[in-house]
């Protein structure tokens, strides 16, 4: 009898599990489905916008971006010009505007999944910023 009993215990111990995982993960499901707000919410009090730029900062830190290799995302001026460049506040928008649009197809008021952003004026800050630094540095070389 012990033998039917310890397999009763471990066959509702599993089932019980297998039951919390799966309502665990529809109740996540249904919620971030169903509340639009709920995921830029969750990244603007997590900074996520302030740390997207330092952190492709750091992992491309190393490379090169010229020719001979001197110049990298290491020097300090470059990378405020990054910064200016690329403001959390406009990158916050562009995130809800990719996550609006995935809603939308998702609760087919849109039969198309599409978005559009542009990145114009943050180019254009980027090689007006870029090409003074590059002016203000040969102007310093004798």
Do not use: C
């Amino acid at each position: 009898m012990s033998l039917y009993r310890k397999i009763l215990i471990t066959l509702t111990n599993n089932l019980f599990r297998l039951l919390l995982f799966f309502t665990i993960s529809i109740l996540a499901t249904v919620w971030l489905y169903t509340d639009k707000n709920y995921i830029p919410t969750v990244l603007s009090r997590n900074n996520v916008y302030e740390k997207i730029v330092p952190a492709l900062i750091e992992t491309n830190k190393d490379q090169s971006l010229t020719v001979g290799g001197d110049t990298t995302l290491d020097n300090p001026q470059i990378q405020q010009i990054i910064y200016d460049s690329f403001p959390a506040t406009e990158l916050e928008g562009h995130t809800k505007t990719v996550i609006n649009a995935v809603y939308d197809w998702l609760g087919q008021e849109k039969s198309v999944f599409s978005f559009s952003i542009d990145l114009t004026e943050n180019k254009q800050r980027l090689a007006e910023g870029l090409s003074d630094y590059a002016i203000d540095r040969l102007k310093s070389l004798p």
